[in-house]
């Protein structure tokens, strides 16, 4: 079992930059360390994963040069640094963690989710 905590979450202005960071709970994994987002009557979308091992990383094609997917083996965080945000950016933001590098929005372990709103 593995629990993950989001935070960093908040409203902002178009064309500002916020990071997202993931406290997991436990202290070594092989999983992959994501993160999804679901803006409301949206579907689940992957946006991007981390190998916790390797820190090889992968990105949603609409995100790749704006979203940034960090991890920290140290306190067992995960961050997603996120640029020039769009109002299309608003939704709950979700870590994930699971065992392979799948992009399927109903696999593995999910935090609570971060609010990020974006509007002027």
């Known amino acids: 079992q593995v629990q993950l905590q989001e935070s960093g979450g908040r409203s902002v202005q178009p064309g500002e930059s916020l990071m997202l960071s993931c406290a997991a709970s436990?202290?070594?994994?092989?999983?992959?360390l994501g993160w999804f987002r679901q803006a409301p009557g949206k579907e689940r979308e992957f946006l991007a994963n981390?190998?916790?091992?390797?820190?090889?990383?992968s990105y949603a094609d609409f995100v790749k040069g704006r979203f940034t997917i960090l991890r920290n083996t140290d306190d067992r965080t995960v961050h997603l640094l996120m640029n020039d945000l769009k109002p299309e950016d608003t939704a709950l933001y979700f870590c994930?963690?699971?065992?392979?590098?799948?992009?399927?929005?109903?696999?593995?372990?999910w935090g609570q989710g971060t609010q990020v709103t974006v509007s002027s």
């Open positions: 436990q202290r070594s994994f092989n999983h992959y």
């Open positions: 981390i190998g916790w091992t390797n820190a090889s990383t």
């Open positions: 994930n963690a699971r065992l392979t590098r799948s992009t399927d929005a109903r696999e593995g372990y």
